[in-house]
């Protein structure tokens, strides 16, 4: 009894996919030979599923079947794709962004791709700080004019002579006091 296992990186060497697997061989040349058996089947079902088997991002956004040449299938994954490409469809519409990326060399589409992407986010951040502003300015305003219906607090010689009803008024009635009060700020 023996195992196997693998590892799949990207160009930057980065982590993508592992396997492992429980083998019943009996040389090592087997065992690696089945490790390269499995990683290539994970490979070409990872192909499937970016081209055919299942939709890509922007397919699915679309719901339409994600056919095996897609032009935005190496572009728009499965996972955050849909998300990716309803920000460029939003702008440019499906048509559109095809043919924009027919017309670039294939080797220089991935690159597109992201500045696209960027240039989306950061042009949607500038909508979203406009709306922001133009909300404040409306909260702003509405404040103006709450506050010309709400009376001012009183100016300090209101104040004092408020005071000075109030020290000489301690031992009226309570009802006169108040009158006194609502003479003193009609004035």
Known sequence: MGAFAGVFRDHNGDWIDGFNSKCYSNSSLHAELLALECGLQIAQD????SSGGGACGACKF???KCIRDCIFAPYFDSEQGMAHFA??????????ASKLLLTIPPNKRLE?????????????????AVILQAELAYVQARISSLQ???????TPSLADQVGANISSSVCM???A?????CDVLDQ
């Not at 920000?87 to 559109?96: D, E, I, L, R």
């Not at 696209?116 to 500038?126: F, H, I, P, R, Y």
């Open 148 to 154: 010309h219906h709400i009376p001012m607090p009183p």
């Open 62 to 64: 679309l719901r339409r």
């Open 87 to 96: 920000a460029v469809h939003k702008v440019f519409g499906a048509s559109n």
């Open 173 to 175: 009635d309570p009802s």
């Open 112 to 128: 597109t791709v992201m500045k696209l992407l960027l240039e989306l986010e950061t042009l949607s951040m500038a909508v979203l």
């Open 46 to 49: 990872q192909k499937n599923m």
């Open 177 to 181: 006091y108040i009158t006194g009060l």
